[in-house]
């Protein structure tokens, strides 16, 4: 499966039961401010800021019964699949998962296990990830910590989720940016 398509498709995307969803999210975001984040999802002392991106993709839910209330259903997360873009709309790599997967052009890759959220309205939440240990030699080479700043839709969708939609699948378009982090 090739990760990394020549170029970035933004369109109109049909879902089972979910409609049409459309993909505009305007102009590319400004540079990152660090003191903008919530403390919540601020990284701790003795990092800096080593990579900003943009990733725009989208966000699959399905529908299911709730664990601890069979009789009940509600759309749960399976997983994203966004394109990662410099600031200029570079192609810089992917973020797909679970788990958490960031795979830089270059080569190098990085994981990550959620540290703390921090909602906001219609988006999916801003979030703080510490990385694991990285894999190839690149850009997320040492990476210690990702925020995810500045999100823009995401969040589950609008329609009914019952006994009848069970095991639907449903595709939110999303766009976010990540910031990778490096020790000082």
Known sequence: MNHFPSKLACGL?????????????????????????????KVPAGH??????????????ECRAKKDAPNQYAWEFVSPDA?????????????????ATWT???????????????????????QLVKANPSTGNGGFTNVTYIQRVATRNGIVPADTCNQLAEGTR??????ADYIFWKAR
Do not use: H, M, W
């Open 83 to 99: 394109q990662l873009t410099d600031r200029s709309g570079r192609l810089i790599g992917k973020y797909f998962g679970p788990p």
């Open 48 to 61: 800096r800021v080593a990579l900003e991106t943009v990733g725009s993709g989208k966000i699959t839910y």
């Open 13 to 41: 995307l049909v879902v089972t039961t979910v409609g049409l969803t459309a993909c505009a999210f305007g102009p590319t975001p400004n540079a990152f401010n660090p003191d903008s984040v919530p403390d919540q999802i």
């Open 170 to 175: 449903a595709d939110v378009n999303y766009q």
């Open 104 to 126: 830089n052009i270059d080569g190098s890759t990085v994981t990550g296990a959620q540290v703390a959220v921090f909602p906001v309205d219609k988006s999916i939440p801003l």
